[in-house]
Nanobody, 119 residues
Framework: QVQLVESGGGLVQAGGSLRLSCAASGTFFGVNTMGWYRQAPGKQRELVAAITSGGSTNYADSVKGRFTISRDNAKNTVYLQMNSLKPEDTAVYYC?????????????WGQGTQVTVSS
């Protein structure tokens, strides 16, 4: 079994910062792309940022210059540093990981962590 355990959400004022963490645990051959998605009430889940095992990154236009994704491959952990937070960043943030299994890749999701930005 593979688990993604997230931490770091909370309530912050506009302009503040938060750092999310997500650690993959269990039995697997490796962790490929890891990323963060978010879903606000009444909206579809959207990609926030993703990072490959080699360190290539991809960001949503709305967070470029404010959010930074990084990972520690030795710990199978991905981080999302969120700066200059805005009320529109309020959402449940979900960690995603593509896990290498026996002969194929598997897509896993974390349980979600709430980020609330007050104005």
């Amino acid at each position: 079994q593979v688990q993604l355990v997230e931490s770091g959400g909370g309530l912050v004022q506009a302009g503040g910062s938060l750092r999310l963490s997500c650690a993959a645990s269990g039995t697997f051959f490796g962790v490929n792309t890891m990323g963060w998605y978010r879903q606000a009430p009444g909206k579809q889940r959207e990609l926030v940022a993703a990072i490959t095992s080699g360190g290539s990154t991809n960001y949503a236009d709305s967070v470029k210059g404010r959010f930074t994704i990084s990972r520690d491959n030795a710990k199978n952990t991905v981080y999302l540093q969120m700066n200059s937070l805005k009320p529109e960043d309020t959402a449940v943030y979900y960690c995603n990981a593509v896990i290498a299994g026996l002969g194929r890749n598997y897509n896993y999701w974390g349980q979600g962590t709430q980020v609330t930005v007050s104005s």
